[in-house]
């Protein structure tokens, strides 16, 4: 009694705690590689509520509830097609994170989304298709723990699970189709098509993954995931540039091509991404971070040391030496592969002064074929980044194979022209690109550039080749306009294989003036056939006349047999026309 009477001057007082329009669902896995996704998070709390995510999402409190002038339909549609983005958009993001805060109550969701991360990477970091790991759904479910997707599973560099080490699986089981991380009727962990259940015990071994970089993407993706919880504010659009910057150093002496070989990038990719000019995509930053032996999370100044253990990590660097990698030194553009100093290029190992042999045989072969094939794609092709000193040992060879380039272009050009040749008496005179597609060219700007003059003439013999076309058209247009009878516009190109676009875009007056012939044709053929009609009903009525009977239809019909396909009606207003002329 005394609980009821303070709680009823608790209410009294107008202090009555503010009530939430949704259940105040706390997050799974907040601070952890396995921490949900706001997309996951909004899936469980349909599923709490007992309704489809469809349904939820029309209230009024989120961002699509709000229009309800629109078609719902449409909304629906649009928030199928628009959904992968609440995990990692920034303005998408930002307005679900205060919608499903203000419905439910529940502070911090902001820590379920790649909020921190947007701004790093030109393009998205969320896949547009559901992912999961089976393995992880059926330890949850065998554990009875609660069922729920990590951000991990969305994100599109995470392409194994970091715990299984198993490939991330996109299409169900039972009727192999993917869904969008939300679907009208999706549950967590449940085919959002066939409702049928996605987890299944580790059996197969033969399915663990041993490619080390997509194994190292997917850890570092789940650090990252880990460290949300932690990070004060969100990363500028030049905070890889600024990390690169720091890395290498402000030495002008540091080769970007080495760095470029190494790394398996462009060189114009590495410039633009260290002056700020571009941000690189998610997976060459990962590629980059791979290369240079360094985690994402230290490249960008922080280091997380829970979770998923040391041994999945590589070991972050300690010296200076170590930091730079094989760019401690300024690379020496010597023109030969380096003895003992390791090369730019992983995949070609160490080359003694033997290789210039290596380069000589390769030339030779190359001028023996009778093929050119250029001597610097040759040195690059044996590891030599800067092959033009060592290219300078074999003069002969080197001018051999400009020999064989001058006489394939040489034959080259012959062939263009004997081509734009027979292209100037060929009819219809084809175009500058389907010459050149012939050709096997890209286009034509090339083949202009080679031929102008040929090229000149062709354009000239193509538009007067169409100007007489257009002239002979027009006057069997004009001929047809006089003839006795016409056929329709349509059906006359048909016969004269004529198209009909082109009289209607080139010969816009033609074809007006033959309409008009041609209506006007058909008014006098319907006349004449009338007045044929009527003379022979007229020949009809003056016989039966004669013989002192009344024309009535059926008597003029049996005397004229061939006015049946008239019709009774049409042969009543006949009669009646050659009785009142009669008198």
């Given at each position: 009694?005394?609980?009821?009477?303070?709680?009823?001057?608790?209410e009294d007082r107008g202090c009555t705690p503010r009530r939430s329009t949704l259940y105040c669902l706390p997050p799974i896995g907040v601070g952890t590689p396995l921490v949900e996704g706001l997309s996951r998070y909004l899936n469980r709390l349909a599923t709490a509520h007992s309704v489809s995510v469809s349904d939820l999402i029309e209230l009024d409190v989120?961002?699509?509830?709000?229009?309800?002038?629109e078609d719902r339909r449409g909304r629906r549609r649009l928030f199928r097609a628009s959904c992968h983005l609440m995990d990692g958009s920034e303005a998408y993001t930002k307005a679900w994170v205060r919608a499903l805060e203000s419905a439910t109550m529940q502070g911090g969701l902001h820590a379920l989304t790649l909020l921190p991360y947007i701004r790093l990477c030109d393009g998205s970091w969320v896949r547009r298709k559901r992912a999961w790991c089976s393995y992880c759904l059926d330890g949850w479910r065998r554990t009875c723990s609660e069922i729920y997707e990590p951000l991990i599973w969305s994100i599109r560099v995470a392409y194994v699970c970091p715990f299984h080490r198993v490939f991330l699986e996109s299409d169900c089981p039972r009727c192999g189709r993917s869904s969008t991380p939300l679907a009208g009727m999706s549950q967590p962990g449940y085919c959002a098509w066939c409702l049928s259940w996605l987890g299944r015990s580790p059996a197969d071994e033969d399915s663990i993954i041993s490619d080390s970089y997509e194994l190292w993407c997917s850890v570092q993706t789940a650090a990252l995931v880990a460290a949300l919880g932690n990070l004060p504010t969100i990363f500028a659009s030049d905070a890889i540039a600024l990390a690169l910057q720091n890395h290498f150093g402000p030495e002008p002496g540091i080769n970007r091509s080495s760095i470029a070989e190494y790394t398996g990038c462009t060189r114009r990719s590495i410039g633009t991404w260290m002056t700020g000019t571009t941000r690189p995509r998610l997976e060459s930053f990962f590629r980059v971070c791979y290369a240079l032996n360094i985690t994402p999370l230290s490249i960008l100044g922080y280091r997380y040391e829970r979770g998923l253990g040391e041994h999945l990590y590589h070991a972050e660097p300690t010296t200076e030496e170590e930091r730079r990698g094989p760019f401690s030194r300024p690379k020496r553009r010597t023109g030969r592969p380096p003895g003992k100093r390791r090369i730019p290029v992983p995949s070609i190992g160490p080359r003694d002064l033997s290789s210039l042999g290596q380069l000589g045989r390769a030339l030779e072969t190359a001028v023996e074929e009778m093929k050119y094939a250029s001597p610097r794609h040759i040195a690059k092709q044996l590891g030599y980044s800067s092959p033009d000193r060592a290219l300078t040992r074999f003069p002969d060879l080197c001018l051999a194979l400009k020999a064989l380039r001058s006489k394939e272009s040489k034959a080259k050009r012959t062939e263009i022209r004997r081509h734009l040749k027979s292209a100037l008496s060929a009819w219809p005179v084809p175009t500058l690109a389907k010459v050149a597609g012939e050709l096997k060219m890209s286009s034509s700007t090339q083949l202009r550039a080679l031929e102008p003059?040929?090229?000149d003439r062709?354009?000239?013999?193509?538009?007067?080749?169409?100007?007489?076309?257009?002239?002979?058209?027009?006057?069997?247009?004009?001929?047809?306009?006089?003839?006795?009878?016409?056929?329709?516009?349509?059906?006359?190109?048909?016969?004269?294989?004529?198209?009909?676009?082109l009289v209607i875009r080139r010969l816009p007056a033609q074809k007006k003036c033959y309409e008009e012939s041609y209506r006007s044709s058909k008014t006098k053929q319907r006349l004449r056939k009338a007045e044929?009609?009527?003379?022979?009903?007229?020949?009809?009525?003056t016989r039966i006349l004669e013989k002192g009977?009344?024309?009535?239809?059926?008597?003029?019909?049996l005397t004229s047999p061939d006015l049946r396909y008239a019709g009774w009606d049409k042969v009543t207003r006949a009669i009646q026309v050659v009785i009142r002329s009669d008198g």
């Open positions: 009694m005394n609980r009821y009477r303070r709680d009823q001057q608790f989120f961002p699509l509830g709000k229009s309800s002038d003059g040929l090229c062709l354009l000239k013999r193509r538009e007067q080749r169409s100007h007489d076309y257009l002239k002979s058209v027009e006057l069997m247009l004009e001929t047809a306009t006089e003839a006795a009878t016409m056929l329709p516009l349509k059906q006359f190109c048909s016969h004269q294989g004529i198209p009909v676009s044929a009609f009527q003379d022979h009903v007229k020949i009809a009525v009977d009344f024309p009535s239809v059926s008597k003029v019909l």
